[in-house]
């Protein structure tokens, strides 16, 4: 019976990395496919909604917790067949990564020091870092279809992946279970390197502070020339990224507010893109401060930031 697995009052700001939010009404580890189909019929009954928790890296929970039903990924199996991986959602991507590695398969290394984030959660939100995204090794991903209350499977193209973005992130009804990744054999020194910058990359550009990671998207240069042409000449037409755009971070320090605090939140000062939570934030705090961010970027440069944090159970 799924009713003997669901906890009740589960505190979630532990299975975050902003150390923020409160407790889960009703709570479900995921380890087998039979659990999902169970666990949205048993809340369908009780008139629960469902949330899902991946690694809990890139949003907010609220202080007053979530009333429904929150489930975490538990599907942890990570096994390389070829210059194929087969991992569960629930699989962190840092064990993903370390296991393409040990193997010399090249494909995740862009990945190397990003915390506690999972396959599901990285598929989701098409996670990306210098250039390369999950979408450039994505073969196949299984998924369970709430609405049709079967498991299917989406090649690459039909996941719809673009920049943050994915077709499960679109539409609520498909949860991701498992995805086979395609990658690439290569001498082990040119893995290791890549490894090695990214994770350097991260130590010196990323704060140690928790936080959820980049809160607000990049922005297209288009949009920030025909809306400020005279700002996007000066400061950041020749700013634009490996991707193709330009970076919120560099919005939000050109507009004066790094290191502006709200209680216990504050703009990092080695990254303006990350609002850091400095021992006692709360989601009320990082929620003003996102409003006093894109009012501030709106103000004096006409452009509005979109975030990429998202705000589960709110």
């Known amino acids: 019976m799924i009713k003997e ?36 019929a048993w809340a369908k009954k009780e008139k629960i909604k469902v949330y899902i928790l991946g690694g809990g890296s890139n949003l907010i929970i609220p202080d007053a917790g979530v009333d429904g039903l929150v489930m975490v990924m538990k599907n942890e199996l990570a096994v390389i067949r070829g210059e194929r991986l087969e991992c569960g959602a629930g699989a962190t991507l840092a064990r993903a990564c370390s296991l393409a590695v040990s193997n010399n398969l090249s494909g995740l290394e862009w ?51 673009g920049y943050r973005q994915s077709i499960f992130k679109e539409n609520n009804n498909y949860l991701i279970w498992s995805a086979v990744l395609r990658l690439k054999v290569k001498p082990a020194k040119d ?38 042409e005279i700002l996007f000449n000066r400061e950041f037409k020749a700013h634009i990224g490996r991707e193709g755009k330009i970076s919120a971070g560099l919005i939000i320090d050109k507009a004066g507010i790094k290191g502006k605090s709200i209680g216990g939140i504050k703009i990092s000062l080695e990254h303006a893109n990350f609002i850091v939570n400095t021992g006692k934030g709360t989601a009320e705090e990082v929620i003003m401060m996102i409003s006093y961010i894109k009012q501030q970027v709106r103000t004096k440069f006409g452009l509005q930031l979109q975030e990429e944090i998202e705000f589960f159970g709110f």
């Open 191 to 228: 893995i290791q390197v890549l490894v090695e910058k990214s994770i350097n990359f991260r130590k010196k550009r990323y704060p140690n502070l928790p936080s959820a990671g980049s809160v607000f998207k990049n922005l297209e240069p288009e949009y920030v020339k025909n809306n400020n």
């Open 111 to 161: 990945s190397s020091g990003i915390p506690r984030a999972t396959i599901g959660g990285a598929i989701r939100g098409n996670a990306e870092a210098f250039g390369t995204s999950m979408a450039d090794t994505i073969e196949t991903v299984e998924f369970f279809s709430i609405k049709n209350k079967k498991f299917d499977i989406f090649s690459n193209r039909m996941c719809k992946l």
């Open 5 to 40: 697995k669901i906890k009740e009052n589960i505190f979630l700001a532990p299975l975050t990395t902003y150390r923020i939010g409160g407790p889960a009404r009703y709570y479900l580890e995921i380890k087998e496919k039979n659990d999902i189909e169970e666990a949205f």
